[in-house]
């Protein structure tokens, strides 16, 4: 089993940023490829980014392409999302997932419990 604990989600203004964060632990090594989803008020969860383990392979949706950057600090067992120009369809719960490299929720077999970001007008 994996474990992961997202962190860092809040209240920021429209142009504003944030890191999100997510812990991995337990069986790190199904770590392979960590992804960011995630999922407004009435809408299905969506796909925002995924990372390989060696960061060779990233993957962007086109929505937050230019103004969100993931990364991993595999020395951690952790993945972040720098997250700039934050606009109000930011606004979201945003999720932690480990699986394979897909940029289906499907796909994923690990998922952290969310943390919520609010983007004001």
């Known amino acids: 089993q994996v474990q992961l604990v997202e962190s860092g989600g809040g209240l920021v203004q429209t142009g504003g940023s944030l890191r999100l964060s997510c812990a991995a632990s337990?069986?790190?090594?199904?770590?392979?490829?960590m992804a960011w989803f995630r999922q407004a008020p009435g809408k299905e969860r969506e796909f925002v980014s995924v990372?390989?383990?060696?960061?060779?392979?990233?993957y962007y949706a086109d929505s937050v392409k230019g103004r969100f950057t993931i990364s991993r600090d595999n020395a951690k067992n952790a993945m972040n999302l720098q997250m700039n120009s934050l606009k109000p369809e930011d606004t979201a719960v945003y999720y932690c997932?480990?699986?394979?490299?897909?940029?289906?929720?499907?796909?994923?077999?690990?998922w952290g419990q969310g943390t919520q970001v609010t983007v004001s007008s």
């Open positions: 997932a480990a699986g394979i490299l897909s940029v289906r929720s499907e796909d994923y077999n690990y």
């Open positions: 337990g069986r790190t090594f199904s770590t392979t490829y």
């Open positions: 990372m390989a383990r060696n960061g060779g392979r990233t």
